[in-house]
């Protein structure tokens, strides 16, 4: 079963439009991450978010993480059509180990 | 720096076959981690090595697969007699010691035929 989930299978906006991904997971972690990948490429990170923190920002990206809902957003203001990508959540499995459990993904598209 | 590199991008196998993958990590990185992607099953870990030592080899299938990292510029992951369901997108990702950033190469899409 997935540790960690997106909420949405799929979301589509309008460039310039918000956006907010969210994620469940399921065990005790010591930090959450965010990651994008685009078609034919890896994961790329876009956020490491540490258990005792409740938001992080990058840029045009805010996450945010609530450890006691085990939940975390991913908000992007002023979509470009180069955000369109797949969005994943990480965690790791709550062990000493730094392997990452990722979620099914959220594809993103976003429209001229 | 070129990232994290892996070769080859495309492989194609018949079903009973060998098939090798290759994984350079960032230089001075130490630790580096094998992953596959599928469309079913997602992003799946396999296996981790840190400092070329395995440390965890709990997503590896038992039978078939092994990976190896005899030096701190490469790694490898093989799969004997391949079969169909073997077919995935396998990435290999490097970062440095600690939760931290992984850093993902391109990934080699391995088809088995």
């Known amino acids: 079963s997935q540790l960690a989930e997106e909420n949405s299978w799929a979301l589509s906006v309008h460039e310039g439009e918000s956006v907010t991904v969210n994620c469940s997971y399921k065990?005790?972690?010591?930090?959450l991450q965010w990651y994008r990948q685009k078609s034919g490429k890896g994961p790329a990170q876009l956020i490491l978010i540490r258990s005792n923190e409740r938001e992080k920002r990058n840029g045009r990206l805010r996450a945010t993480l609530d450890t006691s809902s085990q939940s975390s957003s991913l908000s992007i203001t002023a979509t470009r059509c180069e955000d369109t990508a797949v969005y994943f959540c990480?965690?790791?499995?709550?062990?000493?180990?730094?392997?990452?459990?990722f979620g099914i993904g959220t594809l993103l598209s976003v429209k001229p | 720096n070129a990232g994290v590199i892996q070769t080859p991008r495309h492989k194609v196998t018949g079903k009973g076959q060998e098939a090798t993958l290759w994984c350079e990590p960032i230089s001075g990185h130490s630790a580096v981690f094998w992953y596959r992607q599928t469309i079913v099953q997602g992003l799946e870990f396999l296996t981790y090595?840190?400092?070329?030592?395995?440390?965890?080899d709990s997503g590896m299938p038992k039978e078939r697969f092994s990976a190896q990292m005899p030096n701190q510029s490469h790694s490898t992951l093989k799969i004997q007699s391949t079969q169909p369901q073997d077919s995935a997108v396998y990435l290999c990702?490097?970062?440095?010691?600690?939760?931290?950033?992984?850093?993902f190469g391109p990934g080699t899409r391995l088809l088995v035929l």
């Open positions: 990480a965690t790791d499995d709550g062990s000493s180990g730094n392997k990452l459990i």
């Open positions: 990702a490097s970062s440095r010691l600690g939760i931290d950033t992984q850093y």
């Open positions: 090595f840190r400092n070329q030592a395995p440390i965890d």
């Open positions: 065990t005790s972690i010591t930090a």
